[in-house]
């Protein structure tokens, strides 16, 4: 079929109902992967499986009617971006002849190679890609699931409509209020983000509600990412705005009396925005992926592919990491180039080649000024996983407004690779 054709017959196709059709009824004549999880690493592995081979049949499940971005959110918490600054749809994918269905997927049966969507109807696969991100354990803090229901806390930590109603708390606190920061014990998504939430927040307290206060409550006993820089920042920037403890991990919350409840005190404040323990998403314990502290999926680093459910890889944040890698959007991004061209190999029965992917972490500690931190990380036959190449990477000289810059066009640039 002619690309101009075969591109009208996915549109045509592209409901969930019609793939559900196709999918257990018939066996699919050329190679489906079906890839789940629209964020940054299911985006890119989709788009990069067309790129590399356009004769595979490639099926993105999401959720989301639109991607949102968690990389600079926390700008949008200061107000200094917006929710569609953040945002972008997928038709970039489309156009590549990526069959783009709006549901969720509620079960994977790996002994049939299909996946259920929450809405009816099962889709067949020959591989299977997952990227669906994290969950919480909200059970390891007290009241906290009572609280969030309530509205009266958020973690925004995933971006979207709880970025936006943690922005309207801040709006509306008064002046001389005092917001709380609680941030879990890492391994967690994106190490210094909690930090640049921080700074971002601070910000706009100080230029907005100069009275008010921050509380940083760090369950890890110090900054965990960009330390000197960070508290080099608040020193200069933040004096008497934002205040940081260690080793202050929240137990409990008490919704109705604004309190966060450490192991010896008790922290009242306006808003509440604590970060619960996270863990892979609910789909990878579903699908029985999980493999480590109940928590997180192990993988063969070659390919991607699940430790314990042949087919299917997994990939970003719902990975156990290798040593010294960060959950992060571009760690995630580099994971779906591994899967895409391990899948390719395999189909065509070869082995997938050794791997080398590259993380490049921004963090805004001022509306103008931003840090970064990078690190390389290569296939290690000895050791059979990705370790960090010695002597690449490192963190900034200094804060400097060149590198907001160069945050601002990373996240263009990654957008644009997974999703245009
Ligand atoms: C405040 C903050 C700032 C950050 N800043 C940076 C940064 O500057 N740089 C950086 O590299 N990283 C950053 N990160 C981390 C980055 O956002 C994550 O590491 C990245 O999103 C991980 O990609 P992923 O594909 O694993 O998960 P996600 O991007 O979260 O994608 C998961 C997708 O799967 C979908 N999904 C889940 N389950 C299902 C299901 N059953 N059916 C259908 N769809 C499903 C979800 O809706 C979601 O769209 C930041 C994170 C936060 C919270």
Not at 15 to 41: D, E, H, Q, Y
Not at 146 to 167: C, Y
Not at 205 to 217: G, I, Y
Not at 285 to 310: F, H, Y
């Amino acid at each position: 079929m002619s690309q101009f054709k075969r591109r009208d017959f996915l549109k045509l196709t592209a409901s969930a109902a019609a793939l559900a059709g196709l999918g257990c009824a018939s066996i699919p004549t050329r190679a489906r992967v079906v890839v789940v999880g629209g964020g940054f690493g299911g985006d890119t592995a989709a788009r990069y499986l067309r790129l590399w081979d356009p004769s595979i049949d490639v099926v993105l499940i999401e959720r989301e009617s639109r991607f949102t971005s968690c990389p600079l959110s926390n700008l949008v918490l200061g107000g200094y971006a917006s929710m569609q600054d953040i945002s972008r749809d997928y038709d970039g994918l489309r156009r590549h002849g990526v069959q783009v269905v709006q549901d969720e997927v509620a079960a994977v049966d790996a002994a049939k190679k299909s996946v259920r969507l929450a809405r009816g109807g099962d889709i067949a696969y020959e591989r299977l890609v997952v990227s669906p991100g994290i969950d919480f354990n909200f059970g390891e803090i007290h009241g906290y699931e009572a609280a969030m229901q309530s509205g009266r806390v958020l973690h925004a930590w995933k971006a979207g409509p709880q970025t936006e109603a943690l922005r309207k708390q801040l709006v509306e606190m008064r002046d001389g209020g005092v917001v709380v920061l609680s941030i879990p014990l890492a391994p967690y998504r994106c190490p210094p983000g909690p930090y640049e939430r921080a700074s971002l927040i601070a910000a706009y307290l100080k230029q907005a509600k100069p009275r008010s206060k921050l509380l940083v409550l760090d369950a890890n006993p110090d900054v965990t990412s960009k330390g000197p820089l960070f508290k080099k920042a608040w020193a200069d920037f933040y004096k008497g705005t934002l205040e940081y403890r260690g080793n202050a991990k929240a137990v409990g919350i008490d919704a109705a009396n604004g309190t966060v409840k450490l192991e010896v005190e008790d922290v009242k404040g306006d808003v509440l925005n604590v970060v619960p323990p996270q863990r892979a998403g609910d789909l990878a314990q579903k699908a029985g992926l999980i493999t480590t502290n109940n928590r997180w999926c192990d993988v063969d680093w070659r390919s991607m592919e699940s430790k314990k459910v042949p087919g299917v890889h997994v990939l970003g944040d719902a990975t156990l990491s290798a040593a010294l890698m960060p959950k992060s959007g571009s760690m995630a991004n580099g994971h779906a180039k591994i899967a895409a061209a391990a899948i390719i190999e395999m189909l065509n029965g070869r082995a997938p080649v050794d791997p080398k992917i590259l993380n490049t972490c921004y963090s805004f500690v001022s509306p103008k000024e931003a840090i970064r931190v990078s690190s390389v990380h290569q296939w290690d036959a000895a050791k059979g996983t990705l370790l960090t190449v010695p002597g690449s990477g490192g963190v900034s000289a200094a804060r400097s407004e060149a590198e907001a810059a160069f945050a601002w066009d990373w996240a263009r640039n990654i957008w644009a690779d997974a999703l245009s």
